[in-house]
């Protein structure tokens, strides 16, 4: 099956969702959430036919490919997006009070319809191997995700989080812009595949301005995945942004960076004359984001921030993996921490979003007292945070462990030695929040009620985390 079928799957359900909703009296749009959900689990199946890149000599051909790296992504960006929907309904209540509407129900059909775009174009941009589509896919999922940072019109926090967004990703997107520039007027080409022939071939002379181009490149794709410096971002759009917006844009969207990090550094690492200073810009990056996001974490109060310097913390332990690229493990690594991440992220951002909405605040004094309120919602964060930390039996663990061993093999033994160090600072602070649960008062003594989409992913996502924390083989060998 041709790989562009899915992401035209994917669009075409996305259309119809939209006219359903445009044409419908019906003001109950959950039902527009679960048809989207149930189509995309269809697509989920489909990926796992057989696929093929396009035909040699056809037009996509240049521009896409079906690899071990992009199936996997794919499936994990369309798991994520189902995630996402089915968290959709229980999230109406909310956006009711915060999204001012003519009609009854309005407005809520399209927060569960958009994420659909955004599917298909961070399907593309994992599946890219040309710097046009992939600015092409990244300003259609990044455009759509601005949308949705801000849906909560009448949430100043919100407004706020995707105005900075929205100008910050503009920036970052003339980065992208301007390096992608550098890069064809010195190689004469965007095609990651026929990049590394281009600069074999380049004088001496060419090398600087190539490696200004790469640079801007990497700039845009740090902000991307909240690496540092470029991380400042995360903190504001993760409190202000609806909350399966937040989780959805911590998983899904740092994904997609990763994939195409992974591949304009392995065009380059076999090169002599920019592996090296890319090779110790990335390990630099991975030291300092290490050192950034988890140290920022221990202070916060509020549960959003603390996870959003918590995103930027997992993403230092990616970039070690990234650093060591020329080893074999290294991808399979990669994936299998982000199959891990997706089940441990968005099982602690569904706890939150049920919390938030039963006790009206983020912070991480509103898990005071779960575990007498809702023992379901307590052991859940319990297990997510434990992953998260690095437990033994967890995702978390066989994540850590992978880039650690990956890194060690490479010779990245400071790296590894202060991974060490940050991890011990990660127990901190996220054993704060399983210390207010089951050590700390609550203000009510009244139960908290879970929905039943809720409950079925609380129970799928943390099977998921123990699941792969003891048997990680099938997914480590989907990308060997």
């Known amino acids: 099956m041709n790989t562009l079928y899915l992401e035209i799957a994917v669009v075409v359900l996305g259309i ?10 019906s003001a109950n749009k959950a039902r527009l959430a679960w048809i989207g959900a149930i189509g995309l689990f269809g697509v989920l199946l489909l990926s796992f036919i057989p696929q093929h890149a396009p035909a040699p000599g056809s037009p996509a051909a240049a521009f896409i490919t079906s690899d071990l790296l992009s199936v996997f992504f794919v499936r994990l960006i369309l798991a994520a997006t189902i995630v996402f929907l089915l968290t959709v309904p229980s999230f109406f209540p909310a956006l009711r009070i915060s999204l001012p509407a ?100 380049l004088p001496e002379a060419a090398v600087t301005p190539l490696l200004f181009g790469i640079g801007m490149i990497l700039v845009a794709l740090s902000f991307k995945i909240s690496a540092f410096p470029f991380q400042f971002w995360v903190p504001d759009v993760y409190q202000g942004a609806p909350t399966p917006v937040t989780s959805y844009l911590s998983v899904a969207s740092k994904a997609a960076g990763f994939v195409v990090l992974i ?19 990335i390990t630099l990056l991975a030291a300092l984001t290490l050192i950034f996001g988890n140290f920022a974490a221990i202070p916060q109060t509020n549960m959003k921030r603390l996870l959003g310097y918590s995103s930027v913390a997992h993403a230092g332990y990616l970039l070690m993996a990234v650093a060591s690229l020329s080893s074999k493990m290294a991808v399979p690594a990669i994936g299998f921490y982000f199959a891990g991440y997706l089940a441990m992220t968005m099982l602690s951002f569904v706890v939150l979003q049920v919390v938030s909405e039963a006790t009206g605040g983020d912070e991480i004094s509103r898990f005071n007292g779960l575990g007498r309120r809702s023992p379901l919602l307590a052991g859940a964060m319990l297990l997510a945070a434990a992953s998260l930390a690095g437990i033994p039996f967890t995702a978390g663990f066989i994540g850590k462990l992978l880039v650690f061993e990956v890194a060690l093999k490479q010779g990245h033994y400071g790296l590894v030695a202060l991974g060490c160090v940050t991890v011990a600072a990660g127990f901190y602070y996220y054993f704060k929040v399983i210390r207010a649960m089951y ?42």
């Open 16 to 25: 119809i969702l939209l006219m359903v909703e445009s044409y419908s009296a």
């Open 263 to 281: 591949r304009l550094l392995g065009a380059l690492w076999a090169i002599p004359a920019v592996s090296h200073q890319i090779h110790a810009v």
């Open 102 to 201: 003519e009609r009854e129900g309005g407005g809520l059909g399209e927060f569960a319809i958009l994420p659909i775009f955004v599917c298909a174009g961070l399907m593309w941009m994992v599946s890219a191997v040309d710097f046009i589509m992939i600015f092409v896919s990244l300003e259609l999922a990044t455009i759509t995700l601005y949308i949705l940072a801000t849906y909560l019109r009448q949430n100043t926090a919100s407004l706020e989080s995707g105005t900075k967004f929205l100008i910050l990703g503009a920036l970052s997107t003339g980065f992208i812009v301007y390096g992608i520039s550098w890069l064809f007027g010195t190689t004469g080409t965007t095609n990651l595949l026929a990049l590394p022939s281009a600069i074999a071939a």
């Open 439 to 480: 050590w700390q008062q609550p203000a009510e003594e009244t139960s908290i009620a879970v929905p039943g989409a809720l409950r079925f992913l609380i129970a799928v996502l943390g099977a998921a985390i123990i699941a792969f924390g003891v048997y990680p083989a099938p997914i480590l060998a989907a990308l060997r």
